[in-house]
DNA sequence: GTATAATAACTAATATCATTAGTTTTGTAA
DNA sequence: TTACAAAACTAATGATATTAGTTATTATAC
């Protein structure tokens, strides 16, 4: 029994690289036991349940995915912002598919971290929103409204809901172009 | 061992219970056969595999959503019938949680029935959208978007994304009203 | 440096899952 | 009525997560 000298964050990352590269559905404690040398039991000493793996997964995507929405907003605003807002998160969708996967997937339990940095993505959409004169209600129904298209986008690309013809970013962009000139033309 | 009638629609039709009551992945070869008063390996006798079934739920998915939306445009046209189409898309999945959710499965294999069912949806709403003059390639934009939209609300609302603040639909409605909106703006 | 305690691995076992092989029963058609 | 196909069954296999209990390793206290 030479200790090979696991914790939390190795498995965590050797997940997510499972994840990424066979589908989070392939995450099982007899993959990830055998992708990092060690027999199924032995995972249990530094978690409680794939319940819980999978949920830090998930935080972890959330936490990584907030991260590059920030960065991508930094320095821009109106339109501007909200076009590269909607770009970094299809991109990331594409370079992360089992982690970004985690992080729309249903949990078990609910949790708060998620469910905090989900809130912080609301808060900074809400933000990106300001620079048109909108009612707080209209607004509210706008960032649901681009939350379901970055996520519908996504999510539609992942399952292979789109035939290869042309880009399915530059549909993302003229889409969320053409809400804006929306939003305008209300001004 | 009395005869219990079992025939691929009923079971199929089991499995769509199944999954509308207790989700998608609680649809199980042995959680069918109970449900069924049935062994497990009875079932090999109608379908030859879990995967067999999943797919069958799926094309009856489709084909239950398309006719729905079918129904929806059904003597309207422009900008209301895509708000129709928008709602009973939005309300087929509230209704069919389960059913709705094997339609968006990636399949372990491609299925031409589904395949099929998912480009005469797009048809659809190609042909909505003809109400306005767009060219061919924005016209595909704009129907990628559609898709988008309707779906990531419809997904997000599942995963319990939303908050109960106000009702969902009437966020999916402003969203669609505004991408017209734009549409207009643009002629 | 050595004893001790915590920890990280292990083996063995259980329960659930899908699936296969082979068998029995039932219903129907000749 | 007999024969055959279909639909159920039992038994078994191999994968899964998880638990209990055990051993070995590492770090800490003295």
């Known amino acids: 029994m030479p200790r090979v000298g696991l914790d939390q964050s190795k498995i965590i990352h050797a997940a997510i690289e499972l994840a990424n590269d066979q589908g989070l559905e392939q995450v099982t404690i007899a993959a ?3 992708k990092l040398g060690v027999r199924p039991p032995s995972l249990y000493n530094h978690f409680s349940s794939l319940i819980e793996i999978r949920t830090k997964i998930a935080r972890e995507g959330m936490q990584k995915l907030e991260d590059t929405l920030i960065r991508s907003v930094a320095g821009k605003s109106g339109e501007e912002a909200i076009l590269s807002f909607s770009k970094q998160y299809l991109t990331f969708a594409n370079a992360n598919p089992g982690l970004y996967e985690a992080t729309i997937q249903p949990m078990n339990v609910p949790d708060n971290v998620v469910a905090d940095t989900s809130k912080n993505m609301i808060d900074l959409l809400v933000q990106l929103l300001s620079a048109f004169s909108l009612t707080e209600q209209e607004s509210l129904h706008l960032v649901r409204g681009l939350r379901s298209i970055v ?4 999510s539609l690309q992942r399952a292979g809901g789109f035939q290869m013809n042309f880009k ?4 993302l962009l003229y889409t969320i172009k053409l809400l804006c000139d929306g939003m305008k033309a209300k001004q």
């Open 32 to 34: 990830l036991a055998k």
């Open 151 to 154: 996520h519908g986008f996504a």
């Open 168 to 171: 399915v970013e530059d549909s």
